[in-house]
């Protein structure tokens, strides 16, 4: 389990302001805890915001990053205004499920789209069911209330996830909610198993 499980808020950053999703509940991930940088500013010149732009890395490598979460279901991000400067309007992350894994009941204002890396699995939106397998391409619609889940019994379901929440929240379309947490409890399986370490 993530050393991220250990408290609700990191010491080094502030308790969380209005609408973080903490009502008395228990959370699993530091990201819905911790602040974060959403939207980044742009300041300076206009000659050194472009120097600066092109002089940003074009490749990033994921499995230099540790994976957050736990016990069944697992995260990485890999490209945000957080993490890369080279991105403003976009957000990349690859998500892992352990076997029969599934993640929190949400909703948020952008559309997202997964692509099915390993695994079968399926999601519902809006009490819709969608089946999903590897080599498939699933979207979220705008506002849409889903989870994911992976039908997986004995081994892990791996989606890399894209969307443009940065924008989408630099233009006031900041909704966004956890409805149900991801599992703290586990089955055996999934307490045996570790994220891949070349992902």
Request: hydrophobic share 35%; proline share 7%.
């Amino acid at each position: 389990m993530s050393d991220a499980t250990d408290a609700i808020v990191p010491k080094n950053d502030s308790p969380p302001g209005p609408g973080h999703n903490i009502k008395g509940e228990e959370v699993v991930w530091e990201r819905w805890t911790r602040k974060r940088v959403f939207v980044r500013a742009l300041e300076g010149t206009y000659g050194n915001l472009v120097k600066e732009l092109f002089e940003q890395p074009r490749v990033y490598k994921s499995r230099d990053l540790h994976w957050k979460g736990g016990p069944s279901f697992y995260g990485k991000k890999v490209i945000n205004p957080q993490s890369a400067k080279i991105a403003q309007s976009i957000e990349t992350h690859i998500e892992v499920f352990a076997p029969g894994g599934y993640g929190q009941k949400h909703g948020h204002m952008n559309s997202a789209v997964f692509y099915v890396l390993k695994g079968k699995g399926h999601d519902v939106h809006d009490g819709r069911r969608m089946d999903w397998e590897a080599g498939d391409a699933l979207l979220v619609e705008n506002a849409c209330v889903h989870q994911h889940f992976s039908d997986e019994p004995d081994d892990e379901s791996i989606v890399l996830v894209m969307k443009a929440k940065p924008l989408f929240l630099f233009m006031h379309m900041i909704f966004q909610k956890v409805a149900e947490f991801p599992p703290k409890e586990a089955t055996a399986k999934q307490l045996a198993y570790t994220p891949p370490t070349g992902l």
